[in-house]
């Protein structure tokens, strides 16, 4: 079939749907700890409880984020059961409102075809599809800050009311700080362009009295748990205000490394980081942000918005690489933009063979380092995609940029399809869950000096959570052979049940990638029988 055939804007639409569908691919996969099955238990505690006010985890009142997207995960679970699917379709349904504001902000500003080529450079940066299968809150944040920040930039009527309302559900994710690159994209733009009525126009007053009225349920909610409630223990000490962690401890406390959860920061974490995380575009990327101060500016929504949040990221004690996941539509806008108007394709496209090449040596080295089990239907869609690959019915710089979102395909149909799949065996408390909810339907599990909170949101019975053993306390419990010793020392008897093989799934190494060095690198968790304390030992 001959190349004009089809045009840039067919086969990007078509591109754009098969990306879409990979971000779907994870969405039966297991959820990871910690953080991915800890919202998810939150979530459920919520619904089992008929408690959408108070959040809970280990037990005990939890003081961490905020209630959005356990709100939306828990209306999800009313819906469609307590289950994988239904904890993270809503965070990527909500990524790709974030993509179709990715769309409209890039078109406006640019054109069509930059708000494609930005379409398909934002679905196919490593990091986003990462979080789309270990759903945090990321997924929820990016697309409620584009779809602000939009609003906001067309910035009359009903868009000003809309535009809050984003902006506060995004604060009632992750707090005030996710007001930065919504405030610095549309302040950026009039400070550097010297609209100074639009700056200081009355209507920002507005929008910021809006986003304090909707956020009123969240502050309701913490004052209902924590700030009525003074006697209770939070970061072991009473008298702890749930207002302000939400305004000034999980914020400010944690930029300047005060508050009760605290980090180790690095200046340079997230220059390096986006060198993985963006890929295959982190090279361009970096070159578009170079360029743009270079060149005549059209807008500076974009890299404002971008840039200060990199900043203020990038200075802050605590650093994770998926915070970067809320700035990605503004990278994807640049480095769209930036790409479309190469005047040479010689760098372009020798970058962009050498990624593919490494991406393609990425799935074989993988696929034979690690040795997972063979999904037919995740290899008959990966040989699908390299024969697109071959015969794309383009040239030039279309060729190598949709190509290169193929590549990227490929690697994370293998991902999601085969490899996660595979790892998440080793992930035990899961593993347990599913055990004993064929084999030990019902039965209570107590977690003696070991945590699991996949296995507390899968187990379809109630966990208990034990640091010492004292007297008769029978039933199944679930630890570590050492703890299992230390039982016995107790007097107790002792049966295992099942035992199953441990390793921390979002840690991973090369002892354990590497299969034949897997075993010593895997720890163990037991599922045992705990029978009352025998007559020939003491109480």
Known sequence: MSSSSFSEKQVSIFIIGLLVFLHFTGLNVTIMEPDGALYAGIAKYMVQHHDYLNLFADGHDWLDKPHFPFWITALSYNFLGINTLAYKLPAILFLMMGVIYTYRFAHALYGAQTGRWAVCILLSAEHLIISSNDVRAEPYLTGLIIASVYHLYRGRGFHLVLGALFAACAVMTKGPFALVPIGCAIAGQYLFTRQWKELFHVRWLLVAVLIGIFILPELYALRQQFDLHPEKVIFGQTGVS????????????????????????DPSFFFHTVLWAFLPWSIFLYAAVIVFFRREKREYYCICGALATFVLFSLSSFQLPHYLNIIFPFFAILTAQYILSLKGLKFFRITQYVIMSVIGVAIVGLWLLYQPAVNYVTVVLILLVVSLFIFLP????????????????????????????????YQSGSAAAFYANKELRGQPVVFYR??????????????????????????????????????????HSCKVIKSFPYFAVTKLDLPFVNHSTRNSALGERLLISVDAVSEKFPK
Not at 409 to 419: E, I, P, Q, S, T
Not at 453 to 467: I, S
């Open 242 to 265: 749930g207002i302000r962690f939400f305004f000034w401890d999980s914020q400010f406390g944690r930029f300047m490394n005060t508050g009760p959860i605290k980090g180790q920061g």
């Open 394 to 425: 383009l040239e030039g710089l279309q060729r190598v940029f949709f190509r290169t979102c193929l590549a990227s395909v490929a690697l994370n149909l293998f991902l999601n399809g085969m490899f996660y799949p595979d790892v998440l065996q």
């Open 450 to 491: 070991v945590n699991s909170y996949a296995m507390e949101f899968y187990l379809d019975a109630p966990v208990e959570r034990y640091e010492s053993v004292a007297g008769d306390k029978p039933g199944l419990f679930f630890t570590t052979p050492g703890y299992r010793d230390s039982l016995v020392e107790l007097g």
